[in-house]
């Protein structure tokens, strides 16, 4: 019998001081060396992009004077997962599974053995994802699919990003650079955020994840579900079809969606507020 997994805190990390998107060229750095037709393409373009993306601000991980590097994709991760867990009124050693999922792997061993290594816990299952885009709603759905099945009891599922290691001036062979490399200055930055997942109600932050999906995208197959708040999402048949199913509540419920992968989640009674959630320094194991 599967189990209902609820949501007990999230946790979310943005390094550096926020970076106007007028000032995204100038911090990741020119590009004299790219070709003059590159360079006013860009120049061009960069007020239309702000426009059309209404981004005011973004962050980077790097120092605005030297781009060097001031944080890693572990680093970020373990700030935005430890923020989850003070949200959740839980310690480290409450976890036993991490997920973690991102479209960038830069280092060895894997991001989910280190952050489960800097937040101190000593015992705990955990995965990590190097997929696509969608690496961070694979890494939820891995968390949900597991607890609902009784394999684990408190989850935490954590991306991060650190795209600017692949749009500072110094990534680039300017001479060679093409638009598509370019263009996602003005789409991506650096960050990191976190949830904590839990069997237990009591500890329920008001919300349960009551569906999770992962499915491949086929020519031809995409629809769109509607969701509250106006907003349409384009979702394969069988994915959009279970979301419907599960996500039949009343206003107030929530889809996210990627790709390929996303979830739905509805409110519920939160645990705290019913007077059933055990003290704030209560673990969730004993040990022997």
Known sequence: MRRKVYIAGTGSFLPGEPVPFSQIGEVLGPLPGAPLRLQRWMEQT????????AIKRTHFAIDPATREPTEDNVTMAT?????????????????????????????????????QEALGIEVCDELSIHANCTSAYKALYLAHELIAAGKNDCALAVSSSIASSELRAEYYNQALVDKDSLFLRWFLGDGAGAVVLTADPCRSLGYELCHSYIVPELPGRACDLDVPGGRR?????????NARRSHGGPPGDFLVSGESAGAAYRRVGDGRARGTRPAKTAPLHQDP
């Open 233 to 241: 999402l384009g979702l394969s048949p069988r994915p959009a079809e």
């Open 46 to 53: 960069a007020p239309v992009m702000q426009e059309l993306l």
């Open 79 to 115: 700030k935005a997962s430890r923020a989850a867990l003070e949200a959740a009124a839980l310690q480290p050693h409450d976890v036993d599974l991490i997920c973690y999922g991102s479209a960038h792997q830069d280092q060895m061993p894997t991001a989910s053995v280190r952050i």
